[in-house]
């Protein structure tokens, strides 16, 4: 008898935790649920949930379950999700991970999609391109909705006048430094510390290629080799030495404390800077152009939209991704988030010229002169190399343990052994 | 008649000798204990001070002290972030895990502790092994059989997986709590009448107490901590739970300090709440079940 009322217990037990929280599958009677997964989930829920809105009253046979996504974890969380065969039907996606999710065969291409299309022609060619220089096949499996672009930026109250070239910044950086706690730079150290460094390597050696013809990586290129020498010098001299292990939320914080002339970040960093100085105390500008005078920046990862392979509902998903890549749709995200709309029409917006360090961005990536680096985020191994591999050694660096050349040969090395392989992978 | 010196008492000059003796002895003791113990709460409090003086102070301040304090960013991360409902479903993850851990650990302990069996000691070395699984490892396996099991979008699933990986240390834990209780109370309560139950229920449980309340409390706060099962188990946005809400604060390309340090202050207060109540058992908890396990 007692047992049998221990076992009740049991019972009860396991069907409460069974039935704890669980309320997936109310769907409603004639309507589609489709899910989205942001990908930069937490500041960017709002603005979703207003196009959530916004969508589900064009569209009211359609239902969108949002989930917003840590941006930290959102790799593995998509690896999870397609090994369990539980993906949503649209996600956010950027090209840094999109050849990874191509390779697991979990995304569905938009070419035909788009080609039938009213946003069509509507999408920034460099973005299209970018999507498509990623994945082998050349499909375009993430329309873009967004991209960013490195910029420095600056107190106004400091640096009345931008640098117009490289040694102006040496100088001004040099300047602005004021003992005992005054700095005219700082230097990303820590966490994704490489595309920053590689960023303004680039934009000084004026190399427009990741890789020559013969695919050996430019990385270790005399004239890069001379920038990480000038800027590992301005270490501690110039910067504060916390900067060795400075991520990018610690190197926010520290500029917003009003001590630090000039941070290289992106523009998506302009609302705390708003935040921390006023809008009329901060301005950007674009990378200098280095001394052959040909402005280069090194493509950032474009940010869009995906419709999953798993979808049992791929019509509704794109009607969805066509709706957020809309000029409307677009804008209001990127007029929210600071940051570069993929829509055409979109960047012609009056809030995109009112804002300087915008239109210095639209005006940079659409110029015909600038020459756009693209790195080769298609290489399984790019991110390791990046980040795991090579930002200790870069801390080293800073911290005069190894030589620029030692550092940046060793990358090269890695980067030319894993396009090789790649190439042989892929019949090259 | 006045002695023109004034005569020191008798057991004054012992007496002053006796003070400085114990001024030294204090000094040596401030020394020895207190300058050590009040670096180390310095080393320890800081950080704390630090959460707390991001999430009073507004935003753009760089003040070292909360002056003028706000609220604003408490009312983001409960209302903006959703901090209402991920508490509510940390908190029903945290409990039932913590009763379904305390239960089935007083019954494996109980088996270990009082039953000799074959398999026993390589039972209790796998229980151990469990140990040196990383949880990641097992993301995979885990998702595919909550699937299989409907689980998948259900605090159950990460009751039943945070249950799963408290068990064995609470297990081990426990048989060494129960083994410290002699096992002829027991008996002479069975020889009273009492059923094994019913022995173990009044003679053995109540003396668990210390043991209880370090197993359960072990369980909650990792429980409640586990940020790894609770973002990939749950897909769904009003099931994820307090550690999830937390990385929202931090975003590709900015971060709300006030926001991440509120929702620290919001997600510790539970756990300094538990450890408050539950520290003069847990000390007395752990070293019994340390040695006489």
Known sequence: MKSTKAWAALAVLALAVAGCGSGSGSQEPGKTTITFWDNNGGTRTPIYQELIKRFEAANPTIHVEYVGIPIASVQQKYDTAIAG????????????????????????????????????????????????????????????????????????????????????????????????????????????????????????????????ASGKSTVNDPKNVEYLTKLAAMYKKDTPEADVTNDFPKMVAAFGTGKIAMMHHNLGSYNDHVKAHGADKIGAFALPAGASGKRTIVANPVDGFAVFKGSEHKDAAWKFVEFLVSKESNSYWNQQTGQIPANTEAQGDSWVTGLPHLKTAVDVLNDPATAVVSPPYYLPQFSSITKADTEPLFQKVLLKQMSPQEFLDTMAQKLTDAQAEWKKAHGG | MSTGVMARPRGAHATASGSRRRQGRDRG??????????????????????????????????????????????????????????????????VWSLLATTVLAVMGGY??????????????????????????????????????????????????????????????????????????????????????????????????RPGLIAVGSFAFIHTWNNFLFALMFVSRQDSFTIPVGLSYTIGEYSADFGALAAGGVVAAVPVVCVFAVIQRYLVHGISAGAVKG
């Open chain 1, 85 to 212: 065969g539980d993906t949503p039907d649209v996600g956010g996606v950027t090209t840094s991970y999109l050849a990874n999710l191509v390779g697991q065969q979990a995304l569905e291409p938009a070419d035909d999609w788009l080609g039938k299309s009213a946003v069509n022609g509507k999408l920034a060619a460099p973005m299209i391109k970018s999507v498509r220089d990623t994945v082998t096949d050349g499909k375009l499996y993430l329309v873009p909705g967004t991209s960013n672009m490195d910029v420095v930026w600056y107190l106004k109250d400091k640096l009345p006048e931008p640098p117009a070239t490289w040694d102006e910044f040496f100088t001004d950086t040099a300047e602005l430094t004021k003992a005992p706690d005054q700095y005219g730079y700082t230097i990303r150290g820590g966490a994704g510390s490489i595309f920053q460094v590689l960023a303004e390597m680039y934009a000084y050696s004026g190399v427009t290629q990741f890789f020559d």
């Open chain 2, 29 to 94: 003791r401030v020394l020895r204990l207190y300058v050590p113990l009040g670096l180390y709460l310095l080393f320890t409090v800081v950080p704390f001070y630090w959460m707390l003086v991001f999430a009073l102070r507004p935003s753009g301040s760089t003040t070292p002290v909360p002056w003028p304090i706000t609220f604003e960013h408490f009312t983001t991360v409960w209302n903006d972030i959703g901090y209402a409902m991920f508490f509510r479903n940390s908190v029903i993850v945290g």
């Open chain 2, 111 to 208: 088996a270990l502790s009082r039953f000799r069996f074959r398999g026993r000691s390589l039972f209790m070395v796998v229980l151990l092994c469990t140990q040196f699984i990383p949880g990641a490892m097992l993301l995979i396996p885990l998702f595919s059989i909550f699937k299989s099991l409907g689980l998948i979008n259900s605090l159950g699933s990460l009751i039943l997986a945070d249950t799963v990986f408290n068990l064995p240390l609470s297990i081990i834990l426990m048989s060494g709590f129960i083994t410290a209780v002699p096992y002829s109370v027991e008996e002479a309560a069975m020889v009273d009448g009492c059923t094994r139950l019913r022995a173990f229920l009044a003679v053995v449980l109540p003396q668990l």
